[in-house]
């Protein structure tokens, strides 16, 4: 809404534009066209239509006002006064004085008009701009409040936010901020107690007293009426009160020359700090030299002071402040580089890293374990054979660079597979999950605490490898071997340890044990228990890192790991739970070799290279099944470790006997027992030697006699099945070996 006070007339007024601005310029340019025209307006002034010319003696006066009244929503109403238009007074209201009465005076009167129309025109323009500017405001004001206080409306269109929240601070600045100022609020109050002792005033008596003692003496001097025995007494009395002081009197000279008292020592043969002297050395002048060594002395002794508690201060505050900022941000951060240098150098060892207690105030605490976490995760997802790609990541410098060309090591590669899976799996559906990841922990824990390390997960199958240390192989032309050292046949022993008792523990297992009731699987497949597959080789692989640089995957290739998975899967073939090469069974000690059977010699697919197959007689049928673990997983794993560390420490000073272990575990000397029969062994071993030999008449009446022995015995009815394909007759082609077919 717009309103106008009276005195404007004909004129269309906009909210944003100033009537009394617009009526200035018009008023101008009527008077810039009057004098182009020699003093006559041929033109209307459009402000002035209605009112009297310009020429007719009339003057310019701004007297009135305009109001403009902004309403917005919520009846806001921001007013804006404004001074009015020029308002043209009539001739007779200004009386007779502004009338000329000659050429002269006119022309004068219209140069004083014209200076007059100058100043107001440079004025209005002023005036129009602060006008604009007063204007613009409101309306910025007007469109903030609309848009804060609008109730329901939206925001205006083209309006936009640009405030940005400001960043939180952290648990830590505000510990640290906090602290400093409870620091120098405490050294401020210190300092405010303790520096006005270490001044000379709070010591001893500053005062120079004998300055106005001289003063005294001298205007009695000077003073005729005064006696000079009472001036004597003075000086006196001055002698007597500094004799005790800190500032003792040693020379008085009176203005007359005469000397009235000098102690020793003589002030002249003392240095000038060390004296004080009021007066002057000559006549008239009295002069009075007083001892100030003691003051200097205990002046000097509190600045000596003053400047050892200023540093003690200062080394204090410095320790005080930086204790904070060392413990909060400094040592986090010198652990936080260890631990990376750590997991640069033994990558491996991020999994043994132990997590801070998080505080409230400690958010370094936080960094420090998500480090810690991510270095365990990177551990656990690359495994011992991404070792190598995260300490050469880690420790360069530069890009990112996973895809690192291979080594070429030797190690010992195990399978293991889940039999009956696909009927589990759509069993179980989600649980499935849980079936699989159970299993994974017992075959991770003993094949981790028996030195090994799990390097693949295949749904139903798991990789496992045990990796020679390079000091225990020999580089060939184009090969690898193994020395015959103990630590080799210590850690081939420890290989086939770790699978029997992957196998005892999954027939024990008390969380394994209630898929045996599970109605969904006993219906499916009666009598159902866990059973697994194992198959061990050793041989060279080639380590790295396999993918690219969307997903990578840390693992091994070899024909080795091929053979190892084949000899897993052949063990449903032989209906035995363990396959071994006889690459393997050449590493084991002698006293673990007598727990292996010899069962065949065969070709793999994939390869011509005869293979000779061992295998180890489990029983389980004797084993106790286990109650669930007592012990926290933390303390679980920190047990495990403190074992397998112990482990590794004794094989590699070879001082682990292997083969004690299998005498000494109970589990194994439970399902080891009917393994050892000497007369089964017996009579199998001269089969074995009748089939390879090429007489498989008498390997026939061999088997049968095993199987006497034991009906179920796997070994025994593959190799008489398969003899039975030639009726008992070896090919003419037989060489001691065969080809294993199945995959």
Partial sequence: MLETNQGVTGTSLHPHHSPSLQSLTNLVDHIAKFKRHGGHSHSPSPVLSRRPSIGAGIEPRRNKSMTMSFKGPGELE???????????????????????????QFANKRKESDNSIA?????????????????????????????????????????????EAAPKESRVGKTISDGFTKKVIFIVILNLLVVPLLT???????????????DMIQAMWANNTIDRSDIDAVVHDVIARHLKSHTPILYIRMPNGTVVYQAEPDYKSLRKTAVDKVGDDTPPEMLLVADI????KVTDATNIGRTIYVCLVLGFGAWLFSKDTNSLVLRPLERMIEKVNRIAVAPLSAKREHLMEETHDRETAVLENALTKLGTLLALGFGDAGAGIIAANIAQAGDLDPLLSGEKVMAIFGFCDIRNFTDATEVLQE???????????IVHDKVDKYGGSANKNIGDAFLLVWKFPHSEVEELEDDLQLKNTDLVSGMSDLALFSFLKIFAKVNQSYVLRKYRKNPKLVQRLPNYRVRMGFGLHVGWAIEGAIGSD???????????????????????????????????????SEEVQNYCRKLDVVTVKGSQVPLTLYSVDIDPSELKDKGPSKRHRKERISRHEIKKQKIMEMIWEGRLSTHLMFEKDRDLKLMLRKGMEGEFRTIWNEGMESYINGDWKKARFAFDKCLI?????????????????????????????????DK
Avoid at 200 to 214: F, H, L, P
Avoid at 293 to 296: A, G, Q, T
Avoid at 725 to 740: K, S
């Fill in 709 to 741: 022995l034991r009906e179920d015995d796997g070994p025994s009815k593959t190799l008489l099945n398969h003899m039975k394909t030639t009726a008992y007759q070896a090919p003419e082609d037989w060489r001691g070996f065969r080809e294993l077919t």
């Fill in 293 to 296: 060594r003691i003051y200097n």
């Fill in 200 to 214: 000379g005033d709070n010591w001893i008596n500053t005062e120079r007293s004998y300055v106005g003692d001289v």
């Fill in 78 to 104: 921001k007013k804006l006064n404004l001074e009015d238009k020029d308002e043209v007074i009539p001739l007779s209201e200004q009386g007779q004085n502004h009338i000329p009465k000659s050429p002269s």
């Fill in 550 to 588: 969307y997903k990578i995957d840390a693992s091994y290739l070899s024909p080795n790991v091929n053979i190892a998975s084949r000899l897993e899967a052949a063990t449903k073939q032989y209906g035995v739970p363990l396959l071994i090469s006889g690459d393997l069974f050449s590493l084991f």
């Fill in 119 to 163: 100043v107001s025109a440079t004025a209005a323009n002023k005036k129009k701009l602060d006008t604009s500017k007063t204007l613009n405001t409101s309306k910025t004001m007007k469109t903030s409040l609309t848009a804060s206080i609008g109730g329901g409306g939206g925001k205006k269109k083209g309006a936009s936010s640009t405030t």
């Fill in 431 to 441: 649980d499935v999950m849980v079936f699989v990841n159970s299993i994974a922990n």
